[in-house]
């Protein structure tokens, strides 16, 4: 059973910047890819960037093209994703996620995705 393990979530002032971790841990796929998704209050959950863990082909939601970078470090099976000039719209529960048959990309629907994890927040202050 693959379980996902998100940290690095706190407060910072807009401007600034943060960088979320996403463990991985079980057996996983080959053709599988990871994302980064947000959910603000009231809001649907938003993807974010995505990235295929075997070839490292990245992809990007509009609201975080430029600020925002996905990686991932394969030898320590651990997603990331770097937030730069943070907005106060950015505030929100920040989720990464697996999804185990993919294309070329990382899908951009959350109901693609089949593991979850449990979720770290981010609040940007103005």
């Known amino acids: 059973q693959v379980q996902l393990v998100e940290s690095g979530g706190g407060l910072v002032q807009a401007g600034g910047s943060l960088r979320l971790s996403c463990g991985v841990s079980?057996?996983?796929?080959?053709?599988?890819?990871m994302g980064w998704f947000r959910q603000a209050p009231g809001k649907e959950r938003e993807f974010l960037a995505g990235?295929?863990?075997?070839?490292?082909?990245?992809n990007y939601g509009d609201s975080v093209k430029g600020r925002f970078i996905i990686s991932r470090d394969r030898d320590k099976n651990t997603l990331y994703l770097q937030m730069n000039s943070l907005k106060p719209e950015d505030t929100g529960v920040y989720y990464c996620?697996?999804?185990?048959?993919?294309?070329?990309?990382?899908?951009?629907?959350?109901?693609?995705?089949?593991?979850w994890g449990q979720g770290t927040q981010v609040t940007v202050s103005s």
């Open positions: 996620a697996a999804a185990w048959n993919t294309n070329i990309y990382a899908p951009r629907e959350s109901t693609d995705y089949e593991t």
């Open positions: 079980g057996r996983t796929s080959i053709q599988y890819a």
């Open positions: 990235i295929k863990w075997r070839n490292g082909n990245t």
